[in-house]
């Protein structure tokens, strides 16, 4: 299986112009790569801005455009949201669900998280589920304690035929953002026991402070399945870099 290599732009960057210099320099740096497995994730802004025409759009095409986030009704009255038939209208693929900032700043529960699943599930959207300790609980010995709860909650009721379209992204906090990524070799054990509880074949991102320095470690050494890149996906040239490190 490819490399999958998810660029979350977050809240950035703050104009249409700068989304499209930003992904078109991506686009061009990576034109030629068939090994791997781009997408890039904006803010819901730009989507349409950013999607390929699809009287353009070639077989394989890269990158390809992802979601931030979802709601999970389709429709109604919840104003601010999106729904997964939107995301699906625009031929989004994947859709990034539970990252720790939407749990921690938007207090997204488990729960929660179980419904945008489901229905991003329901839409044959690929959801990334965000799993991944605090810097309190990993120096209390409770990492493994939470990703199994996280995994139990938020695949409750979630049919075991359908985890083939889920790809799980471990994420430690206290690494996010900080420059401080997670040892190789702890990566490696986290991977594994997700798919321990999953399945030998999930696939198993990495997210945290990951550079095109340390990108190919977490690939050739820890055999995880490619990463879910923050901060450094807003660098065209760093983030092409560590796209053509795993190829």
């Not at 990252?99 to 959801?127: Q, V, W």
């Not at 995880?224 to 996906?233: C, D, E, R, Y």
């Amino acid at each position: 299986m490819k490399p999958l290599i998810v660029a979350n732009w977050k809240c950035n960057p703050t104009t249409i112009k700068e989304a499209k210099e930003l992904f078109d320099s991506v686009k061009k740096g990576i034109k030629n790569i068939k090994k791997a497995e781009v997408v890039i994730c904006p803010p819901f802004l730009y989507l349409k801005e950013l999607k390929e025409p699809s009287s353009l759009k070639k077989r394989n095409s890269v990158p390809l455009v992802g979601a931030q986030n979802c709601f999970w009704e389709q429709k109604g009255a919840y104003t601010g949201e999106i729904s997964p038939s939107m995301l699906r209208d625009f031929e989004c693929k994947y859709v990034i669900i539970g990252h720790s900032e939407r749990r921690k700043y938007f207090g997204e529960t488990d729960k929660m998280i179980n419904k945008k699943l489901k229905a991003a599930l329901r839409e044959k959207i690929n959801p990334i589920l965000c799993i991944g300790e605090t810097k309190e609980e990993r120096e209390q010995g409770m990492t493994e304690s939470v990703l199994k709860r996280q995994l139990a909650c938020g695949l409750e009721d979630i049919s075991k035929t359908r985890f083939p379209q889920i790809v799980f992204a471990y994420e430690p906090i206290w690494a996010i953002g900080t420059g401080k990524a997670c040892d190789v070799e702890e990566a490696q054990k986290m991977g594994l026991l997700i798919r321990k509880i999953i399945s030998k074949n999930a696939r198993v991102l990495y997210g945290g402070s990951v550079n095109s320095k340390n990108a190919v470690e977490y690939i050739k050494e820890a055999g995880l399945g490619g990463f879910l890149v923050g901060g450094a996906s807003l660098d065209a040239k760093e983030f092409i870099k560590i796209v053509k490190s795993v190829i």
